[in-house]
């Protein structure tokens, strides 16, 4: 047994043309906070997707819990191309949607929020609870899951308390404020017990004070959900306070890793993305 | 809030209860061939499809346009199987009286006695059209469901068209009849049975609506990525949703099978989806109890209020030169644009029938403003 949760072995994800991913390998252990950051278009939520099983990547495997829940090789066109690269390494195709993904206990965020516009804050996290529901659809229709329903909507109203959001529950959840529909589509995430939570830009469009709620909103959450977080970010004051390690892309490439210190000392990523600070 | 909650259910009940009431009543009064016992056969079967369509269309966000032939099936597996053993000589008198020996209503009243088992019968050979139509609905659904929007009405436009021709074919006769008629079966006179069977059902989909399959259809219509992102197994969804929702089409074409005493392949064409579609886009996307109001509004300006437009005579007007062959359906597209036009999320929007005892939203603000 390794220590770590999420593995990610020489992905790469192609389309056409473009490398988005380009042979990106990274680790990460139970319980830390990692960040991946880099310039836009670097391939970061194409790495989430890859991850998530929204794209089968053109070559590559994903281990989550120790077990390989996706693999690829290249394949048709794309053989001659990667002909000498890690050649004979992948074997399978294994590529499960992002529903199976999510049941085995890894749930995500979006970039651009994704919320059930007509639903209520309420539904919106009790949805999220469907894919752990045992009842079939007869028994649920006639109402034979009482018990998993009320026990549902129980452990719901609990998150909305702990996330903050128990007081506008029956509030559409599009006419919440910005910061409060972000914090939603985290909870919703929750709803779905993940063990590992991939938050895309969480802070994305969010001011300095809604930023700082949101980085002790993170570590509050961490612990009492004993969870493992992989997070997208370009909020820098964000990733260097919460991270325990950062992953550094550019072009698709994994220029860098290391503890936030590390990170900010390294050449390469203040050239290709933290640049210098203007008035020092 | 408890209140309100209590005060919908004896709402709610109340309207049920006096709908059934006033069709009972109905009944005792008016004889079986009257214009009104007509109308609320017709316009139960079409609110039972409209609501199954409602399930489709409008909750899990698949634009389907193949219920005419679902209803098919469910109307010629009626059919089929409930003429009665003695008839079938004369019904099948070019397929030297069919290759089906049995009739449904026949074995039960074998073993329930006339009355009941004649019903239990009718019921099972309903039920059975309705399974029909839900297998054929899960073997189509696994290759078409994959298609989104536009080209999964075009595909599901074509089945019905396909299976329309494909029951008329003469190799088929022994069982179909081909391209004639299938008559002679037992039906119910009354309106009741059509309002009870109606009802049950339409409560059945509203219960699965409510329930947690029915929240994770309403998820995949309003995001579906965000919704496999939950763990929402969309092809199962979907396949669900869809054999569900022909499963209670397949019911609705029995009986409208039962309302019109005979059965041919031509009537369920494309225009009979389209008309199912109206009443749901009337009614509003999204609400069964709009299903519900717009096809009785549809079926009874349709069939009986309008119909002076096309005979001569139209609130006691008399021109015959105006009021000719076709005037009515002339007046009922500007009626139907009119609709579209001033209520554009349809009579009911996504309400149903207990929020029409909420406030208007606005009140509500000022009253909270206070």
């Known amino acids: 047994m390794s220590n770590n949760v999420l593995r990610v072995d020489h992905a790469t994800m192609q389309f056409g043309g473009v490398v988005a991913v380009d042979d990106l390998s990274l680790e990460i252990n139970k319980g830390e906070i990692v960040a991946l950051i880099g310039p836009n278009g670097a391939g970061k939520t194409t790495a989430f997707n890859v991850i998530t099983g929204v794209y089968q990547p053109t070559n590559g495997a994903v281990w989550f819990n120790d077990e390989k829940i996706v693999e690829n090789h290249p394949q048709g066109k794309m053989k001659k191309q990667y002909k000498g690269q890690c050649e004979g390494m992948y074997k399978e195709t294994i590529a499960p949607t992002p529903d199976k993904i999510t049941k085995l206990g890894m749930a995500r965020t979006f970039q651009n929020i994704r919320l059930w516009k007509s639903q209520t804050v309420f539904d919106n996290v009790l949805i999220a609870k469907h894919c752990r529901t045992t009842s079939n659809v007869f028994s649920a229709t006639f109402r034979g899951n009482r018990k998993e329903e009320a026990r549902q909507r129980e452990e719901v109203e609990e998150l909305l308390k702990i996330v903050g959001l128990d007081d506008v529950k029956n509030e559409l959840a599009t006419s919440l404020p910005y910061g409060k529909q972000r914090r939603l589509e985290i909870a919703r995430a929750l709803a779905a017990e993940p063990t590992l939570l991939l938050l895309d830009e969480p802070a994305a469009g969010m001011n300095p004070q809604e930023t700082e709620e949101l980085t002790a909103f993170i570590g509050e959450i961490r612990e009492k959900f004993n969870l493992t977080i992989f997070l997208i970010e370009h909020h820098m004051n964000l990733v260097m306070d919460i991270s325990d390690r950062i992953y550094v892309l550019d072009f698709g490439k994994l220029i860098a890793h290391g503890t936030p210190a590390e990170i900010q000392k390294n050449q390469r990523v203040i050239d290709a993305y933290l640049g210098v600070a203007e008035d020092a | 809030m408890r209140d309100m909650k209590k005060t919908k259910m004896v709402f709610t009940a109340a309207v049920l209860v006096a709908i ?182 339409i409560a059945v989909i509203l219960l699965l609506i409510n329930s947690t399959y029915g929240r994770a259809f309403k998820a995949i219509r309003d995001d579906e990525v965000a919704a496999e992102a939950m763990g929402i197994n969309l092809a199962k969804h979907k396949r669900m949703a869809f054999v569900i929702s022909s499963f209670f089409a397949g019911v609705g074409g029995g009986m409208m099978a039962m309302y019109s005493g005979t059965i041919a392949a031509a009537p369920f064409k494309s225009a009979l989806t389209y008309e199912i579609l109206l009443i749901v886009v009337i009614g509003g996307i999204g609400s069964i109890t709009g299903s519900v109001i717009a096809s009785f509004l549809y079926i009874v300006s349709s069939e009986w209020l309008l119909r002076g437009l096309d005979s001569g005579t139209f609130l006691g007007i008399n021109a015959p030169s105006i009021f000719k062959n076709g005037f009515r359906m002339a007046v009922f597209s500007v009626i139907i644009m009119v609709i579209v036009l001033f209520f554009r999320k349809g009579i009911m929007g996504d309400r149903e029938l207990p929020d029409l005892l909420d406030k208007r939203p606005k009140k509500a603000k000022k009253e909270a403003a206070k």
Request: aromatic residues 12%; hydrophobic residues 55%.
């Open chain 2, 20 to 201: 059934l009431a006033g069709c009972i009543a109905l009944d005792a009064t008016l004889p079986s061939y009257h214009i009104a016992i007509t109308v609320i056969k017709k316009a139960t079967v079409y609110a039972l499809v409209a609501v199954s369509m409602n399930l489709l269309n409008g909750f899990t966000g698949l634009f389907s346009l193949g219920q005419a032939g679902f209803m098919l099936l469910g109307a010629y597996a009626y059919g089929v199987l409930t003429i009665p053993v003695a008839k079938r000589e004369s019904v099948y008198q070019y397929f030297d009286g069919g290759a089906i020996h049995f009739s449904l209503p026949e074995i039960f009243a074998g073993f329930l006695g006339d009355t009941v088992g004649k019903t239990v019968g009718m019921l099972a050979a309903l039920l059975v059209g309705g399974l029909l139509a839900a297998l054929m609905a899960y073997l189509i659904g696994l290759p078409v469901l994959r298609l989104k929007s536009d080209y999964l009405a075009i595909a599901t436009l074509g089945f019905a068209e396909i299976l329309k021709a494909f029951f008329q074919w003469n190799k088929l006769g022994p069982i179909t009849n081909g391209s004639n008629l299938l008559k002679s079966y037992p039906y119910f006179e009354h309106a009741t049975p059509y309002v009870l069977i109606a009802g049950v059902l």
